[in-house]
């Protein structure tokens, strides 16, 4: 039974890989990452500097995943830029996640990773929705085609960016014709954390998260049916690009489920948050368990098949 598949020309042993975010801040944490079973590994979002992020607490965990509000705390993307340039590609693929606070600053750091020559595939996250003050691009439509004329016209090579989720079907209409208009747009990493939701602790009365009044970004099993409608949707409305799926995946079952709605690659946050890089082993064994039950030799045979009644 075969684990390995292909992104975008390139092998890959298993489709599995970390969510930004999570277990990517620090070198240490990216090498416990390059050591894992995980087939691919994306570097935290970073920006133009350094970034604390948002005053703790920031993280917690609830009953059904979880509810942050990280405020982009990064080394800066020279850091990440450092880690690229000693990255063993022939180990794993590295993607390397852009949050710029400004166009221009997404501008200056995808020129300088362009002059760094590094293989990183670049990731622009258009969704985070934790930096008081800043409205995510990806719910802003105009915003949205003028970065990626931007950023299409000043990098050379094809890159992926990382969507919010969306619950109309007129924006996912709305959307894919944006996306299907930049060919350098290779591929699409749905979902972002659902967010700025709010979770109440009953005992204090309080919230669980100090930024924002307790709003933040909810991942794991409550994201899960959205996280698969928008894979299946981008899948669907763009044919010339691969999807990473991302969102409620912490079982076999969930990472058989991104692929069957057409994702290439299944990122894990929130349950790698909670246990580890050693997750990566365990959904291996639990997807080829699935695949050996249902007679599929490769990932290839069920990638993108989901039926409809
Ligand atoms: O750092 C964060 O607060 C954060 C980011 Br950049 C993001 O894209 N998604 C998220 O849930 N948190």
Redesign the pocket.
């Known amino acids: 039974l075969d684990l390995s598949t292909f992104f975008l020309g390139r092998p890959l042993a298993a489709p599995l890989m970390n969510a ?2 999570v277990w990517c801040n620090v070198t240490n944490q990216l090498n416990a990452l390059a050591k894992s079973e995980a087939g691919a590994m994306v570097t935290k ?1 970073c920006t133009l500097v350094r970034r604390d ?2 005053p703790e607490p920031r993280y917690h965990t609830l009953s059904m995943g979880s509810i ?6 990064n080394e800066g993307h020279l850091y990440y830029l450092d880690y690229a340039q000693q990255h063993d590609y022939e180990n794993k693929p590295l993607f390397f996640s852009v ?1 710029g606070l400004t166009l221009d600053d997404n501008l200056t750091m995808v020129a300088q990773i362009q002059d760094a020559y590094t293989p990183a595939m670049v990731e622009i ?1 258009l ?5 008081p003050g800043k409205a995510q691009i990806g719910y802003d439509f105009e915003a949205l085609d003028v970065i990626l004329a931007e950023i299409s016209s000043a990098y050379a090579r094809p890159f992926g960016v ?1 969507l919010p989720p969306y619950f109309d079907i007129a924006h996912f209409d709305e959307v894919a014709e944006i996306l299907n208009r930049y060919d350098k747009v290779a591929f699409v990493t749905c979902i ?2 659902i967010g700025n939701g709010l979770m109440i602790d009953i005992n204090s009365e309080t919230v669980l998260i100090k930024p924002k009044q307790g709003f933040g ?1 909810i ?1 794991g099993e409550y994201v899960l049916p959205t996280a698969l409608a928008n894979v299946n949707a981008f899948y669907r409305r763009c044919p010339e690009k691969s999807i990473i799926g991302c969102g409620g995946v912490s079982t076999g079952e969930h990472v058989f489920m991104h692929l069957l709605a057409g994702a290439s690659i299944v990122q894990v946050g929130t349950a790698l948050y909670e246990e580890g890089v050693d997750i990566f082993a365990r959904l291996k064994i639990e997807l080829a368990r699935i695949m050996q039950q249902k007679g599929y030799q490769k990932i290839e045979e069920y990638q993108g098949k989901l039926k409809t009644i």
């Open positions: 930004s975010g979002s992020g948002n942050n509000s990280m405020g982009l705390p949050a996250n969704s985070c929705p934790n930096v990382k972002n954390s970004g991942g």
